[in-house]
T-cell receptor
């Protein structure tokens, strides 16, 4: 079956611009996660959705970052007033139902802020 | 703290065994995972172990967990060039959906 998909695969933007990153989870998975991976590092947790609601957004670095999942399936990570330090690979994962279920990752979106 | 530490680099010859190590500080983790990342790709789940287990074997992969020493290892038997990648250990923090990752170990397999 289809895995987690993310679009775009690459995004180049200028400092100060707004970007949206999209994640399509595995069909039927109710839990969805966003992580950020900087060069040479392991992924860092950003936010976790259970259905439509954010169950844990403690990893969002500041109020420029926001994520939504209005229908409990597709999620969008939104970054306002991008900064060069936001450059990273943004990974999305989904799991079947609960936070203890195995997380399956998408290929990521590489964001470059010039 | 939620530190997860891994050595950064391991080089082995094709056919040898590889052992990738991970130490952690949070003893409340319920599940511990190993993921593989190839260049430009996402994370591929390799295997996982419950915190109440000491060992798990899955084909060429053996996971050992020493809870007393907070040490997790991944052994790859008969390592192949296709095993060259970055390997991440990750701990699931109990009662959250949060995976805490190490910084990754780059495995280089020489023919």
């Amino acid at each position: 079956g289809a895995g987690v998909s993310q679009t775009p695969s690459n995004k180049v933007t200028e400092k100060g611009k707004y970007v949206e990153l999209r994640c399509d989870p595995i069909s039927g998975h109710t839990a969805l996660y966003w992580y950020r991976q900087s060069l040479g590092q392991g992924p860092e947790f950003l936010i976790y959705f259970q259905g439509t609601g954010a169950a844990d957004d403690s990893g969002l670095p500041n109020d420029r970052f926001f994520a939504v999942r209005p229908e409990g399936s597709v999620s969008t990570l939104k970054i306002q007033r991008t900064e060069r330090g936001d450059s990273a690979v943004y990974l999305c994962a989904s799991s079947l139902t609960r936070d203890t279920d195995t997380q399956y990752f998408g290929p990521g979106t590489r964001l470059t802020v010039l | 703290g939620e530190d997860v530490e891994q050595s950064l680099f391991l080089s082995v010859r094709e056919g040898d065994s590889s052992v990738i190590n991970c130490t952690y500080t949070d003893s409340s983790s319920t599940y511990l995972y190993w993921y593989k990342q190839e260049p430009g790709a996402g994370l591929q789940l390799l295997t996982y172990i419950f915190s109440n287990m000491d060992m798990k074997q899955d084909q060429r992969l053996t996971v050992l967990l020493n809870k007393k020493d907070k040490h997790l290892s991944l052994r790859i038997a008969d390592t192949q060039t296709g095993d060259s990648a970055i390997y991440f250990c990750a701990l699931l923090r109990s009662n959250t959906g949060k995976l805490i990752f190490g910084q990754g170990t780059t495995l280089q397999v020489k023919p």
